[in-house]
T-cell receptor, first 114, second 112 residues
Framework: SQTIHQWPATLVQPVGSPLSLECTVE??????LYWYRQAAGRGLQLLFY??????ISSEVPQNLSASRPQDRQFILSSKKLLLSDSGFYLC?????????????FGDGTRLSIL | GESVGLHLPTLSVQEGDNSIINCAYS??????FIWYKQESGKGPQFIID?????DKRQGQRVTVLLNKTVKHLSLQIAATQPGDSAVYFC???????????FGQGTILTVHP
């Protein structure tokens, strides 16, 4: 069966520091991969998605970037964190190439910027 | 622009009651809908989905109803249990790469 892992679960970082959040998927090949941010008590906002290695699409302008160095690895990064980058970050995957498939989420990273 | 929203932000029920969570969507071209359950501190968990060529789909204790005429989606939970307490999101997919648009969520609280 497929599994998705995110780490770390929680992270406290000072303003201006770099960021690297990692997500890996097991049990599937060539998945679509996604990064979302969720503000407290709100819905999910899509940040990035990827349909293959090295292919990244950004949904909203922001201080973050994403990379996909391997088929089942998705990384969310920042060179200098802002206070507004605080939030709950979720990685998700879905089957490739078939329209209308559910996305499956990891358990997220709670990021606090001080 | 397109949006997916929820009519009721909070819902409180007694254990054993049936729960109904509603969702409205604005994009008539959407052809796939999903309900997710999110517990505190965790990622959304897939509950049930429905395609636009259907108007009803049943799972274990859950039923999703789709009314395309009024662009309305609902999730029915039978014999609600305390473990059903969570935030429930509806989501819409309308592009070939499966981009989801989420509603704001409904908080379901089940009292024993």
């Amino acid at each position: 069966s497929q599994t998705i892992h995110q780490w770390p679960a929680t992270l406290v970082q000072p303003v201006g520091s770099p960021l690297s959040l990692e997500c890996t998927v097991e049990g599937t090949s060539n998945p679509n991969l996604y990064w979302y941010r969720q503000a407290a008590g709100r819905g999910l906002q899509l940040l990035f998605y990827s349909v293959g290695i090295g292919q990244i699409s950004s949904e909203v302008p922001q201080n973050l970037s994403a990379s996909r160095p391997q088929d089942r690895q998705f990384i969310l990064s920042s060179k200098k964190l802002l206070l507004s980058d605080s939030g709950f970050y979720l990685c998700a995957w879905s089957e490739q190439g078939i329209r209308g498939q559910p996305q499956h989420f990891g358990d997220g990273t709670r990021l606090s910027i001080l | 622009g397109e949006s997916v929203g929820l009519h009721l932000p909070t819902l409180s029920v007694q254990e054993g009651d049936n729960s109904i969570i509603n969702c409205a969507y604005s994009n008539s071209a959407s052809d796939y809908f999903i309900w997710y359950k999110q517990e505190s501190g965790k990622g959304p968990q897939f509950i049930i989905d429905i395609r636009s060529n259907m108007d009803k789909r049943q799972g274990q204790r859950v039923t999703v109803l789709l009314n395309k005429t009024v662009k309305h989606l609902s999730l029915q939970i039978a014999a609600t249990q305390p473990g059903d307490s969570a935030v429930y999101f509806c989501a819409e997919i309308y592009t070939s790469y499966g981009k989801l648009t989420f509603g704001q969520g409904t908080i379901l609280t089940v009292h024993p």
